[in-house]
C-alpha cells in the first residue's frame, strides 16, 4: 500500500523537510506552493491525506481547506493542518474550515508520519 | 554522499536571504504609508516562515526572537497594534537583528544575548505606546508544565470510553474506524456499539450521525495516551473516559479535603487553553527558554463560537483577486540553465559553420537553401536572446540593502540621509548582480561619508537638512547603468588636485581639466589611510571600485558640480556570459579583444614610437606618450618587435586609467562571442582572460588587457606616473 | 601513491595505445571519448607538451602531447593521431596519443611494479607494468599530468 501525501507549504526548507522525512517514512510525496497551487495539483492527484501550512501568499490554509472541503470528490479527503501557532484561534479556524487535525511546528518526523498515519484510512 | 539535512539547511538559508528582503521592503513600504493589507500579511509570512525553517534545524535564538517579532506583526496584522512611525523604526531594527542572527545561525557563530534582549524591551515598549492592554507575559517553561495526565502511573488500566461522533467530524475526513484502530494500538479492545440513537429510516440525514461507540481499553496507556487518539475530533464528538476501577469516581463527584481542597471529577471535556499549554510545552522542546507569549485572553472564550464567517470569504476571495495577477513562476538550477546557454552557444557557432559551409559551396545567395539558413540564423539569435534572459534578475535584490546601510551609516556619521532608489525591476544577468553589490556598497557608504556635508553645514548652506541619496538603474544601449547620487558638497577639486600632487600622482604644474580632476580619485594610491574614515574606509578606495566594475567589462565615470553634488554612474554589460570584442589576429592567432576597453584604433607611424626604458616603447599621442605593449611578444607567438608601421594599434584603457597602446598585425571586426573558461579543464593563463568558440569551431582566445597593461615591461604605475609627468611636461610646450 | 588499491578492482578493462615505440594503457573508466586530431589554439608561454586547446562540444578542452610529456620527442600531430579525453579528478583533458592499440582485461595481480632502474620522469607518471602476450604495456598515471598552478608564477 503506498499512500499519497500532498503538502501544501510555501516554504522551499519546509517542503524539503517534509518530502525528506515522507518519503523515508514509505509514502508517495507530491507538493504544492501555497492554496491555490494545491488546488491545481488536486485536480490530476487523489492523495490519500493533505498536509497544509496555513500562512501562505495567494490562498492561504484556511482558504485551501474550505475549498477541499467544498469540492464533493475530494471532502473525504483528510487534511492535517501545519502551523507553529500555539494560538488557539488559528487552530479553532483551520477546524471551523474543515481540518482533520494538525501538527506543531517544528515538528519531528516522527509525530509527522504518526499524525498521517492517524488520519489515513 | 550528500547530507539531505545539509541541503535542507543550505535551501533554509537561501530562503531567509529572499524572506529577509521581503521583510525589509515590505517593512519599507510600511514606514511610507505605501502598505496594504498584503504587504503586512508578507511581512509576518516572511518572518513566520523563518521562525519554522529555524525550528527545523533549533536555531534557538533565532526561533526565539522570530516569534517575538512575529508576535508583534500579528498584533499589527490584526489591528490591535498600529503601524506607526516609532513601530515601524523598531521593526525595521528588529529586521537588521533577524538577519543577523540570520548570519549568525548560518555561520555557527555567537548570538548578541545583549542585542536580542535589548529589542525585547523595544518590543514591550511599543505595546505600551500603543496602549495595547497587556504586556508580553512571559511563562517560566516550568508554569506551564501539563498536569498530571491522569492514571498514568504504569501497569495495566481498564478504561470506558464513550465516543458519540458528531456530524461535524465526518465532515472534516476524520473516522470512527481510525480512531477504535488508533484504540487497539493502545491495548486490549471490546467495542460495543449502541445504535440506540438511530433514527427511523425516513428520518435519517444520510450525512448525519446518530451511533455512540462505547470501547473498554485494557493496556499499559494512561487516559493522555487515550486523549490524544481523539485529539483531532475532541470538538467535534462527544467524549467520555473513565478509568474503570472499583475506587472509580463516576463524573461530578467531589471530593473536599480537611483543609478546604476541593476536587472535582468532571466530565471529561478537556478545556482547550490547558491542552494548548501542553503542547506548547511539549511539542516545542526547541524553544522551552523561549519567552512563550500566553495566547490573548480573550481568544479561549471566543473559541468556541465560530470566527465571523463573512472575514473568512472576504480575505479569500481578496486572496484569490491577489493571486490572479502573480505570474507563475518556476525554479530552475542555475546548473541547468547554465547548460542551456552553453548548447545555445553550441549552435550558434554550428549555424555560424553551417553558414560558412554553405557559402563555400558557392550555393547562390537566392537559392532556398541559403534562405532557409537565413532564418535559421535569425531564430537562433532569438533563442540566444530568450536563453540569456532567463538569467536575468532584477537588480532588487541588490537595491533592497541598501536601505540598512543607509540606516547605518547615517548613525555612524550623524547625519540624516534619504535614500532614494529607482528602477529596481531593471534586470540584468544574476552573475552581475552579484558583483555589484560591494562596490555599489562603496559608492554609497562614500556618497553618505564624503559626499554629504554634516547636518549643520548643510542648514547653514541653506540646503534642507536630509541629504538625498539617489540610486537608479536603467537600460542603455545594450547595457545597464548604475548610478549613485548625492546632493552633497561635490567634488572639493582644489583639495583634490593638493592630494594627487602630495602623492605624485601629477606634476604640481600640471594642467588638468575638472574632468580630469574628479577621475583623480580613481587613481590606485589616491585614497589612502589617512582620509580613510570607518566608514567609506575598510581599507578600499575608488580604484579598488573601478578595477572591479573594469573586471566585469564595466566602465565608471563622475559627474561633479560644487555645492549641488556628484553622480557616479556604472555601465555594465548585461551579461556576462557573452562579451562583445574586437576579431584581432596576431602571427597567424586569433584573438578577441573586449570592445569595453577600446579607447580608438590607431594606425601609428614610425616615427612617433620612442623607446624609453630598455625593452619598453612609447606612441607618441597628442602630445603625450602612451606605453606600447607589443601582444605577440607579450604571449610569446614572436621573438621579435613587431613593426609599428606593419600594425594595428589599439588604443586601451585598463585597470585604474591605466592606458597603453597594443599592437597587433590585424583587426578583423567586431563579433559577440560566449565566454568559456579556460580554468574548468585547464588553469589561469597570464595574459588570457578567458576562451570563446569561433564559427569554424576552433577556440579563440579573449585578451586580458589589464593584465597586458601591467606586464608592461617594468613597473606599470613608475610607467603611468612617468608618462603623466610627460603629458604634463608636454602640454606645457 | 605506485598503486591504489581503491581505484583497481579485482579485473578491469584497460584501453591500451601506442606513443612512439611503446605502449600504454590506462583504465577504460576514465575515458570519456575518443576522437581524430584537430588543429589546437596555442596557449601563450605554455609548456611544450601541452598542444593547445580545442572545442569540445562547447567547453574548451587541453591536449597534452603525452609523448613529450614522458619526455621522448614529440612530433608535428597528423590526422592520423588520436586524442583520448579523459577525465582527471575534476577537469577533462585531451591525451594526444599516436593510435589506440587495444582493449585488454587485466587482473590486479598481473601488474608489475616497475623496474629499479626507471627514471624519476617515468615514475611520475607510470605505476606498473603488464607482460601481455609477449608485449609490454605501462599503466599510466594521468593525475599530474597537468602543468601545475605554480609554474604560472614561475
Known sequence: MNVTVLTVDDSRAMRDMLRHSLVAAGFRVIQAEDGLHGLEVLASESPDVIVTDINMPRMDGFGFIQAVRSDAARRATPVLVLTTEVDVEKKNRAREAGATGWIVKPFDPEKLVDAIRRVAA | ?733 | MMDKPETMPEEHELIAFRVGRQEFCINVMMVREIRGWTEATTLPKAPRYVKGVINLRGSVLPIIDLAVRLGMPGKAPTERNVIIVVQVLQRQVGILVDAVSDILMADKSAIQPLPDVTSDHAKRFLKGLLAMDGRMVSLIELDGILPEEDLEAA
Open chain 2, 1 to 733: 554522499m550528500e547530507d539531505p539535512l545539509a541541503a535542507i539547511k543550505v535551501t533554509f538559508f537561501q530562503e531567509c536571504e529572499e524572506q529577509l528582503a521581503e521583510l525589509e521592503s515590505g517593512l519599507l513600504a510600511m514606514e511610507s504609508n505605501v502598505a496594504d493589507s498584503e504587504t503586512v500579511n508578507a511581512v509576518f509570512r516572511a518572518v513566520h516562515s523563518m521562525k519554522g525553517g529555524a525550528g527545523i534545524f533549533a536555531m534557538d535564538a533565532l526561533v526565539r526572537f522570530a516569534h517575538i517579532f512575529e508576535t508583534s506583526l500579528d498584533k499589527v496584522r490584526s489591528g490591535v497594534l498600529s503601524a506607526t512611525p516609532p513601530v515601524v523604526a523598531v521593526f525595521l531594527r528588529a529586521a537588521d537583528l533577524l538577519a543577523d542572527l540570520v548570519r549568525a545561525a548560518r555561520e555557527d557563530s555567537a548570538v548578541d544575548e545583549a542585542r536580542i534582549a535589548a529589542l525585547g524591551v523595544e518590543f514591550e515598549r511599543i505595546d505600551h505606546l500603543d496602549g495595547a492592554p497587556e504586556a508580553a507575559h512571559v511563562v517560566p517553561a516550568s508554569e506551564c508544565s501539563a498536569g498530571d495526565g491522569g492514571g498514568q502511573s504504569g501497569g495495566v488500566s481498564t478504561w470506558n470510553i464513550v465516543f458519540t461522533p458528531d456530524q461535524a467530524l465526518y465532515a472534516k475526513a476524520n473516522e470512527t474506524a481510525l480512531l477504535l484502530r488508533e484504540l487497539h494500538r493502545l491495548g486490549e479492545v471490546e467495542v460495543e456499539l449502541d445504535e440506540s440513537g438511530l433514527p427511523e429510516l425516513q428520518d435519517m440525514d444520510p450525512e448525519g450521525a446518530y451511533l455512540t461507540w462505547r470501547v473498554t481499553l485494557r493496556g499499559e496507556c494512561g487516559e493522555e495516551d487515550i486523549r490524544d487518539v481523539f485529539e483531532f475530533v475532541q470538538e467535534d464528538c462527544h467524549l467520555e473516559i473513565s478509568k474503570a476501577e472499583p475506587y472509580g469516581f463516576d463524573p461530578g463527584t467531589v471530593i473536599t479535603g480537611d483543609n478546604g481542597f476541593k476536587f472535582e471529577f468532571f466530565a471529561p471535556i478537556v478545556e482547550e487553553p490547558e491542552e494548548e499549554d501542553r503542547k506548547a510545552e511539549v511539542k516545542s522542546e526547541a524553544n522551552v527558554q523561549a519567552a512563550v507569549e500566553r495566547p490573548d485572553p480573550a481568544a479561549p472564550a471566543a473559541a468556541g463560537a465560530p470566527p465571523p464567517q463573512s472575514k473568512t470569504v472576504q480575505a479569500i476571495a481578496a486572496k484569490t483577486e491577489a493571486a490572479s495577477s502573480v505570474g507563475a513562476t518556476i525554479r530552475v538550477d542555475l546548473d541547468r540553465v547554465d547548460r542551456m546557454i552553453d548548447l545555445v552557444g553550441e549552435l550558434v557557432i554550428n549555424e555560424a559553420m553551417l553558414s560558412q559551409r554553405v557559402l563555400e559551396a558557392g550555393i547562390a545567395r537566392s537559392s532556398g537553401v541559403a534562405m532557409a539558413l537565413e532564418e535559421l540564423e535569425n531564430l537562433t539569435r532569438e533563442i540566444q536572446d530568450s536563453v540569456m534572459a532567463i538569467r536575468a534578475q532584477p537588480v532588487r535584490s541588490v537595491f533592497q540593502r541598501m536601505p540598512r546601510l543607509v540606516r547605518e551609516v547615517a548613525a555612524m556619521t550623524g547625519k540624516q540621509v534619504r535614500l532614494v532608489t529607482e528602477g529596481e525591476a531593471t534586470e540584468v544577468d544574476k552573475t552581475v548582480i552579484e558583483r555589484i553589490a560591494d562596490p555599489l556598497t562603496h559608492m554609497i557608504r562614500n556618497a553618505i561619508d564624503h559626499g554629504l556635508e554634516s547636518t549643520d553645514r548643510r542648514i547653514a548652506e541653506g540646503k534642507p537638512a536630509e541629504g538625498t541619496v539617489r540610486l537608479t538603474a536603467l537600460h542603455r544601449s545594450g547595457r545597464i547603468v548604475l548610478e549613485v547620487s548625492d546632493d552633497g558638497g561635490g567634488i572639493n577639486r582644489p583639495r583634490v588636485r593638493q592630494k594627487a600632487i602630495e602623492r605624485g600622482l601629477i606634476s604640481p604644474d600640471a594642467q588638468l581639466t575638472d574632468e580630469e580632476v574628479d577621475n583623480l580619485i580613481f587613481l590606485p594610491g589616491f585614497s589612502t589611510a589617512e582620509q580613510l574614515s570607518d566608514i567609506s574606509g575598510r581599507g578600499v578606495g575608488m580604484d579598488v571600485v573601478r578595477q572591479s566594475i573594469q573586471a566585469l567589462g564595466g566602465r565608471i565615470s563622475i559627474s561633479s558640480r560644487p555645492g549641488k553634488g556628484s553622480t557616479f554612474s556604472l555601465s555594465l554589460p548585461l551579461t556576462l556570459a557573452v562579451l562583445d570584442g574586437m576579431v584581432v589576429s596576431v602571427q597567424g592567432h586569433t584573438l578577441i579583444i573586449p570592445l569595453g576597453v577600446i579607447v580608438e584604433t590607431l594606425k601609428p607611424r614610425r616615427e612617433d614610437v620612442f623607446p624609453l626604458d630598455g625593452d619598453l616603447n612609447v606612441l607618441k599621442l597628442r602630445g603625450g606618450y602612451v606605453p606600447i605593449v607589443d601582444v605577440a611578444l607579450c604571449l610569446g607567438y614572436g621573438a621579435q618587435h613587431s613593426d609599428p608601421a606593419q600594425s594595428v594599434a589599439l588604443l586601451v584603457e585598463g585597470e585604474g586609467g591605466a592606458r597603453a597602446v597594443l599592437l597587433v598585425d590585424a583587426i578583423h571586426g567586431q563579433k559577440q562571442v560566449v565566454i568559456k573558461s579556460l580554468e574548468a579543464n585547464y588553469r589561469a593563463v597570464r595574459g588570457i582572460a578567458a576562451a570563446t568558440v569561433m564559427g569554424d569551431g576552433r577556440v579563440a582566445l579573449i585578451l586580458d588587457v589589464d593584465a597586458m597593461v601591467q606586464n608592461t615591461a617594468t613597473d606599470a604605475r613608475r610607467d603611468l606616473a612617468e608618462s603623466r609627468q610627460l603629458e604634463a611636461s608636454a602640454g606645457e610646450r
